[in-house]
């Protein structure tokens, strides 16, 4: 599917997945993709945003607030400064439990980070978007819209001050203009 995507809604995911390593998240929800539109800064839809006056500084703080700030020292590093070895923790369960005991593990840097349910679909959506207006591909606009049409970012929205319902409206019609390989 996302050879769908044009080069900015691409861009706009790879900057998602940043987000997501930043905050030492398991998974890539639709804050990381709001995150992302904004951090990829020149597509349509970051232009909308800031028109709206949604900027990433504000946006991230807005996700800092609602989801909890991501860890200021990883958790790994956490524990070794109190003398306690991950690692050896990790191998005796394994040892004792069986591979993948400790479920929740810090990604490598750089490691893809899984889409949520609601990642998915707010990207399943995009592609709707996409289709119902007869484009041939998905535009970080159509990603957008994509995220509010599922919901994943309206608490986080009015959070920074803007309107989902004013912002879709305004969306809608610069989506169905946007020129054929844009």
Same mark, same amino acid.
């Given at each position: 599917?996302?050879?769908?995507?044009?080069?900015?809604a691409?861009?706009?995911? &790879?900057?998602?997945?940043?987000?997501? $390593?930043?905050?030492? =998240? !398991? +998974? %890539?929800?639709?804050? $990381?993709?709001?995150?992302? %539109?904004?951090?990829?800064?020149?597509?349509?839809? *970051?232009?909308?945003?800031?028109?709206? +006056? &949604? !900027?990433?500084?504000?946006?991230?703080? +807005? &996700?800092?607030?609602?989801?909890?700030?991501?860890?200021?020292?990883?958790?790994?590093?956490?524990?070794a400064a109190?003398?306690?070895?991950?690692?050896?923790?990790?191998?005796?369960?394994?040892?004792?439990?069986?591979?993948?005991?400790?479920?929740?593990?810090?990604?490598?840097?750089?490691? $893809?980070?899984?889409?949520?349910?609601?990642?998915?679909? *707010?990207?399943?959506?995009?592609?709707?978007?996409?289709? *119902?207006?007869?484009?041939?591909?998905?535009? =970080?606009? $159509?990603?957008?819209?994509?995220?509010?049409?599922?919901?994943? &970012?309206?608490?986080?929205?009015?959070?920074?001050?803007?309107?989902?319902?004013?912002?879709? +409206?305004?969306?809608?019609?610069?989506?169905?203009?946007?020129?054929?390989?844009?």
């Open positions: 599917m996302f050879e769908l995507f044009t080069d900015e691409r861009t706009a995911l &790879v900057e998602a997945q940043a987000e997501a $390593h930043e905050r030492s =998240d !398991t +998974a %890539l929800g639709c804050e $990381h993709v709001l995150l992302g %539109l904004l951090r990829q800064g020149t597509g349509l839809a *970051a232009r909308i945003l800031a028109e709206f +006056a &949604v !900027t990433t500084d504000a946006a991230r703080a +807005a &996700v800092d607030e609602l989801y909890g700030p991501p860890p200021a020292v990883p958790p790994g590093e956490a524990l109190i003398g306690i070895d991950l690692e050896e923790i990790r191998r005796r369960a394994e040892e004792n439990f069986g591979p993948g005991a400790l479920e929740r593990r810090r990604r490598p840097r750089g490691s $893809h980070v899984p889409f949520s349910e609601r990642g998915k679909k *707010a990207l399943e959506l995009a592609l709707r978007e996409a289709i *119902a207006r007869g484009d041939k591909e998905i535009g =970080d606009e $159509h990603v957008l819209l994509g995220l509010l049409r599922e919901g994943g &970012v309206e608490r986080l929205l009015r959070a920074v001050g803007a309107d989902p319902a004013a912002l879709r +409206a305004a969306l809608t019609p610069a989506a169905s203009r946007r020129a054929p390989g844009a």
